[in-house]
């Protein structure tokens, strides 16, 4: 369709949990992610919205690389990647980007954490440059994360997986439900921060969510999931104006009913 | 700032011994009998006798003024008079604590220095034979009275003739033993609690494995639960070593305790009571300092 290939693309991708038991030798369980097909172009965000246990998270996990798919490919830029290159090209942040930090840590060792089985430290003047980039002033970076706020978290947690990524190439960013423990103004801060970065640090980004909230506003395009496929895939607009399966009619109703609850509507930035 | 942590510390120290020692003189005084229980049905002791003797002993003192008056020889040293000795509770007391101290000390070292590693080991290689047989075995020893293990080491020591009763190595076993299942097992379970920490996972998503996964992020979130049980097994092991010395025939505060009961020997009750206190205190005391050391966040007093 494109000229240009897909940096990742995602083809037929299962995930099955197995349970190990005392008795019976495998009991296999429903499959976390049933044949999932996907592609996501350099720069470009794709939200995945799906109710909890519709497999999005194990998704993002497989993309990631922190977790090893049952079968099917993952490709990147053409090629399937090294388990250990993976996390130099697509970065994780975690449901609760606070937590994911060791509260003993200052917070230029937790910036340096990528680093750390590469035997690397960043130079001062580079982590205060890399934490000024997220918003962080240079007078943090001797403070233990745990004396950070919400926000403060958040955003040296993406200055975490930034660290983790090469510069200078397309890479992907997931946002495993990253905004959603953060109150509105924060988030709003952060998808700013996130959209302004997308350009100098050639970022795409892959939005995980359970409604539709943020997807509808920055989002190039939203893949509803369902029980562990992907029911749906269209650009915000044509979702809103025409939903097909059953669950993205919900997700959309759920949506239009919390807009109108919201003094201020809609507003907030296209899509990319 | 750290004397004022420290200073807080100690002030509450004080305050629990302050409340444990009004607690003590209160049940002991509405427990039934007192030291002349025996002497008052003797027929060739006289009422004016017995009266004499009360007098003597301060036994009809109101307790309030009891417990002054001990307050004051504590502030001497001397922790009031034993009745059946006739001599102060101090110098009964500091040979005696001093062997029950012995026994605790060894066995307080010796069963976090088999805990720790097999904690930690049982936890690295979850569901694997050590982690199964350390479980089986604690489980059993969790199941044992004290009582029933020291009886069991005893008869073993009888029956073999290698170890003399009255060594100090078999209540030493004895307490290593009671106290080994719940420390592995807390061990064991403050780490595998750990790994689940999303810091923990987030640094092995990174790639951090191996010993430094286990020194930098492992060991140092599990230190916080374990600082605190190290406090508390200081004090369960003197509860159970009066115990088992009573047993074993070791001449700690055990056996002393035991008879001073027996005898309703008020101020000689009271002085092991206390003593353990102290221990107690002193135990919970040695691990929030030991969490001060261990966490930087109380350091910089978050």
């Known amino acids: 369709m494109h000229n240009d290939p897909a940096l990742l693309r995602v083809e037929r991708l299962t995930k099955t949990y197995s349970r190990r038991s005392w008795l019976a030798a495998r009991h296999p369980e429903m499959p976390a992610v049933a044949g999932v097909d996907l592609e996501l172009r350099a720069k470009h965000c794709l939200a995945i919205v799906g109710a909890s246990g519709s497999g999005k998270s194990t998704l993002a996990r497989c993309i990631a690389g922190l977790e090893q798919p049952t079968s099917g490919r993952i490709q990147f830029a053409g090629r399937e990647l090294h388990a250990a290159m993976i996390h130099r090209r697509i970065q994780l942040i975690f449901q609760d980007p606070g937590a994911s930090l060791n509260p003993r840590f200052r917070v230029a060792e937790a910036l340096e954490e990528p680093l750390v089985i590469h035997g690397k430290n960043f130079g001062r003047e580079e982590t205060v440059e890399r934490l000024r980039q997220v918003g962080l002033a240079e007078s943090m970076a001797e403070r233990l994360t745990s004396q950070l706020s919400g926000g403060q978290k958040a955003r040296l947690a993406l200055a975490r997986a930034l660290a983790a990524l090469d510069q200078g190439h397309p890479n992907i960013l997931i946002l495993d439900e990253s905004l959603a423990s953060l109150d509105l103004s924060v988030q709003a801060q952060m998808v700013n921060l996130l959209l302004d970065l997308r350009k100098p640090r050639q970022l795409a980004y892959i939005l995980i969510a359970h409604d539709l909230s943020l997807a509808l506003h920055w989002a190039g395009e939203i893949a509803v999931m369902y029980q562990g496929q992907i029911v749906e895939r269209n650009t915000p607009h044509m979702l809103l104006a025409d939903p097909r399966h059953p669950h993205t009619k919900q997700l959309v109703a759920a949506s239009l009913e919390k807009e109108s609850l919201t003094t201020e509507g809609g507003g907030g930035r296209p899509g990319v | ?302």
């Open chain 2, 1 to 302: 700032m750290f004397k004022r942590y420290l200073l807080r510390r100690l002030l509450h120290a004080v305050l629990l011994l302050a409340g444990v020692s009004v607690l003590s003189f209160v049940l002991l005084e509405l427990a039934p009998g007192d030291f002349l229980g025996e002497a008052r049905i003797n027929p060739q002791l006289s009422a004016s006798t017995i009266a004499a003797l009360q007098e003597q002993y301060g036994l009809n003192q109101s307790l309030p003024h009891k417990y002054l008056s001990w307050l004051g020889s504590v502030t001497k040293g001397s922790f009031g008079v034993s009745f059946s000795y006739n001599l102060p509770v101090s110098t009964l007391l500091w040979p005696r604590a001093r062997k029950t101290l012995q026994l605790t000390l060894a066995s307080l070292f010796l069963s976090w220095l088999i805990a720790l590693p097999l904690g930690v080991l049982s936890a690295g290689r979850r569901g694997g034979w050590l982690d199964r047989g350390t479980s089986l075995v604690t489980s059993l020893l969790l199941g044992l009275p004290d009582l029933v293990l020291a009886c069991l080491v005893l008869f073993l020591a009888v029956r073999t003739g290698w170890f003399r009763t009255g060594h100090p190595i078999l209540p030493i076993t004895v307490l290593v033993l009671a106290a080994l299942p719940l420390l592995v097992r807390h061990v064991r379970s403050a780490l595998l609690d750990v790994a689940q920490q999303p810091h923990v996972r987030a640094a092995r998503a990174h790639g951090i494995h191996g010993m430094q996964l286990w020194f930098q992020w492992l060991l140092p979130a599990a230190a916080n639960p374990l600082a605190s049980l190290f406090g508390l097994s200081i004090a369960g092991l003197i509860s159970s070593s009066l115990l088992v010395e009573t047993i074993l025939g070791w001449p700690g505060l055990g056996p002393l305790f035991l008879e001073a009961i027996a005898a309703r020997d008020f101020y000689l009750v009271i002085g092991p009571v206390m003593l353990s206190a102290v221990f107690l205190v002193a135990g919970v005391l040695i691990g929030d300092l030991l969490l001060y050391l261990v966490d930087p966040r109380i350091r910089t007093g978050i």
